[in-house]
């Protein structure tokens, strides 16, 4: 379990993240949210004993990560692939973080099959791709088979079966009783990989509960409608209660009343329909209405 109490985190003027509280339970995976420059990296920095919080506690399953000695069987973490020398082969990389943490050396061929890089074991790390370099750091991160694991943006530059894979290896961690924290920008992935969401903007705590109900906080379910007679249709369903709002690319959403009613009313007034399709609740579109604010960089509408 990872508790977090008061965390801050300042440098200089500049507060990279503000009085987080949060518990990341074991035996889910969580994913953790936020837009860039959120705070995110500094947070998971800040678990592993990298940095120094300015003010605040936070501990692994009851202690500072800090004070653990050879920490690798305590967590595991996955934050920067492109952190290893790229002159050792994968089977050196992972045998000196054998040594240094007292694992047996056995463990460094049994991780390289887990993550598909036996054959890759006598290659040097600097000609792998990025998608190899991110099944290495999830090999180091699984070497001292820890209780509890951090990973930092791991699907960067996996193709489609890794992607799977991970997804499989996160649920499978999950399940065996452990502590997984996933950092990603990636939504809609997090929707296929992520229980529990903690969503940070501005180094603050915008959420922290289950993927289903942060989804349910944005526009929600509702139906999109298609017609070349939407004033027609839109009286009609506002007359039993439905919000109708225009779309910016001519269709539009109807919240309020399912799509079978929707179509009932269409049928019943001779209002043509081009299309018909129900909507569910969306984690992207959820994410993008409570972090409008936290965006730090924000483009402009194109011209």
Known sequence: MIEATDLTKRYGGTTAVRALSFTVRPGVVTGFLGPNGAGKTTTLRLILGLNTPTSGTVTVDGRPFADRPRGLRHVGALLDAHDVHGGRTARAHLTALAVSNGLPRRRVAEVLAEVGLAEAAGRRVGGFSLGMKQRLGIAAALLGDPPVLLFDEPLNGLDPEGVRWVRGLFRRLADEGRTVLVSSHLMREMEHTAEELLVIGRGELIAAESLVDFAARGRGPGVTVR???????????????????????????????????????????????????????SLEEAFMELTADSVEYAAGAPR
Do not use: W
């Not at 027609?232 to 209660?241: F, P």
């Not at 779309?247 to 919240?255: A, F, Q, W």
């Open 227 to 281: 017609t070349p007679e939407p004033d027609v249709l839109s009286a009609r369903l506002k007359d039993e209660g439905a919000v109708v709002r225009a779309e910016r690319d001519g269709s539009y959403l109807v919240t309020g009343l399912p799509a079978a009613r929707v179509g009932e009313l269409a049928f019943a007034h001779g209002v043509r329909l081009h299309e018909l399709t129900p909507r569910t609740a």
